[in-house]
Structure formats: structure tokens, C-alpha cells
């Protein structure tokens, strides 16, 4: 892929230690490119991450996931996506474990990440952990990711009810992250709709996106204090991205700030539609 210096989208990115005095071992990027002198349609990839580990291990964490999943896809052709991004997680996984195993005092060290690519208007999507991918459509906000959780499994299998998770003492275990002993798991399960089921999940990559779309990325210390019915306020709210990101970052803080915050916030402008003729895209993404 070509970088280019100004995206086909509206966006932007803020991160924040939060009020605790805790270090900042959140990271992000956003990247612009078009996919080739050939085939010149705009490219955007986002990607966050939240550092796991203390004596400053986590933001090691973090920043070689964003480091590597960038770089890898950067230097990719941008023939089938998910794919792609799901080779780049694995590597980050294997460079953050590869980093601990040799440094005492990074051991356990780990990360959670969530991409979003968007190419044209199609959106690809792959997350690991808990940091989630939201999108704010005609008025509603919908949790695009599932969180790899101990209280997500208790909630699915009937362990716990939903009033019993605010204030659970495992309410921050997560069951899976970049730097496991064991490659994790990418997950590609993009839920346009509650009632997807998994298989449904999978097939929504590359789904559309439409003019006053937004999609936000966040990590863990935005949507703990800032619960989903004030995250699409503020997002209605909002008349541009970088105000969003000011609004949120500034709502989770005066409610506690009790971790880092990083949030990334995409809008689709009403600029005539940016989708290739849907056969030739397609052909350039699987590579036919």
C-alpha cells in the first residue's frame, strides 16, 4: 500500500493516564493509505491498545502491538484483510512474548488490541481482550466486538445476572490477550446485530459503511466509567471527531478517571460514495 497524508475519513484520536496517577500504557495509530498506483482506493486503519503488567511492562506491551500490527499491515498489499490483520496480531503476540520471557521484569506482561480497517467504505474489524469497537448508526449505538471476559462467559452461561456486574471482583479478568503463552485467538465476530450468531458475525466483514456513520474505539478505562447510553450522547452530541474524543476522554475523567483512557472516533462524511465497482474491490481483496 501507498501512505498518504490526508484520510478519505473523518477522524481523531486522543489518549489520556486518567486522574489515579497511573502511567499511561494505553497506545494507538491511525494510518492512511490507498491500496495501489492501480487500484488508488483510500485505505484507513485504526488500531488501540491496552498494556497488562506492572513496572511499566504494560505500555511495552502496548506499544509493540501497535508497532508491529501497523507495520505489518502498512506493508501489506491490502488483498483479504482480515487475514492480514489477524497475521500482524499474531506477530505482535509472539514479539510481546518473545520480550517478557527475556526481561524478568516484563514477565506476564501482555495487551489487548482492536483494528478496524476500512477500505473505501467497507469495514474490517479484529480485536483481542477487551478494548471494544462501537458504531453510532441513525441514532444507535452498537457494540461491534464481544469482550473476552470472565464476566462476558459468566454472563453468557448464566453464572451472573447483569445487576451482578458492576463492582465484581473479576470484573477485569480477561480470557484472552496479545503475549499468552498460547497464540490467542483473533477474533473477526463483527455484530452489526444482536441476533447474530457467530457464523452471521463473520460474514459482516466488509459491511458498508454510510454517510453519518461513526465508529469509535476505546479502551477499557472509557467504557468503565462511561456507560453506553452516555457514550452515544456524547457522540450525537458532538459536531466533529475531535471534539468527540474531548468529550469522552473528559466525561470518563469527571467520573473518576480510574484508568487510562484512549479513544478513536471515525465519521463518514456525505462526500459521493468512496466504494470501488463492487467486483473489482472484491477481486482486489481476495486477491482473484
Given amino acids: 500500500m501507498i501512505p498518504i497524508t490526508c484520510a478519505h475519513l473523518h477522524v481523531a484520536a486522543l489518549s489520556h493516564p486518567g486522574m489515579t496517577g497511573k502511567n499511561n500504557e494505553d497506545r494507538c495509530a491511525v494510518l492512511s493509505h490507498v491500496l495501489s498506483e492501480s487500484h488508488p482506493m483510500p485505505s484507513l486503519f485504526a488500531v488501540l491498545s491496552d498494556g497488562i503488567g506492572g513496572h511499566r511492562a504494560g505500555e511495552v506491551a502496548a506499544e509493540l502491538a501497535v508497532n508491529h500490527i501497523s507495520h505489518v499491515v502498512s506493508q501489506s498489499n491490502g488483498r483479504n484483510p482480515v487475514k492480514i490483520m489477524e497475521e500482524a496480531i499474531h506477530q505482535a503476540s ?11 521484569s516484563r514477565k506476564g506482561m501482555g495487551a489487548t488490541c482492536a483494528c478496524a480497517w476500512i477500505i473505501g467504505r467497507h469495514l474490517y474489524i479484529s480485536y483481542v481482550g477487551d478494548s471494544r469497537i462501537y458504531l453510532l448508526r441513525n441514532g444507535q449505538l452498537r457494540q461491534l466486538t464481544i469482550d473476552h471476559t470472565w464476566i462476558h462467559e459468566a454472563l453468557e452461561k448464566k453464572i451472573i445476572q447483569p445487576e451482578d456486574v458492576p463492582h465484581h471482583p473479576n470484573s477485569h479478568i480477561i480470557r484472552r490477550y496479545l503475549g499468552s503463552p498460547n497464540p490467542p485467538e483473533v477474533d473477526i465476530r463483527l455484530k452489526l446485530h444482536p441476533a447474530d450468531n457467530d457464523a452471521q458475525a463473520r460474514k459482516n466483514q466488509g459491511a458498508l459503511l454510510y454517510a453519518d456513520d ?16 452516555d457514550i452515544r450522547a ?16 473528559a466525561c470518563a475523567n469527571d467520573r473518576g478517571g480510574h484508568d487510562n483512557i484512549t479513544v478513536i472516533v471515525i465519521a463518514v462524511p456525505h462526500e459521493p460514495s468512496l466504494t470501488a465497482k463492487k467486483n473489482d474491490l472484491w477481486g482486489w481483496l481476495t486477491g482473484s
Avoid: E, F, R
Fill in 214 to 229: 461513526t465508529l469509535l474505539l476505546c479502551s477499557d478505562g472509557l467504557t468503565d466509567m462511561v456507560p453506553d447510553q
Fill in 234 to 249: 456524547i457522540l450525537l452530541d458532538s459536531k466533529t471527531p475531535k471534539v468527540a474524543v474531548q468529550h469522552l476522554v
Fill in 94 to 104: 509472539q514479539a510481546i512474548a518473545y520480550h517478557a520471557s527475556n526481561d524478568p
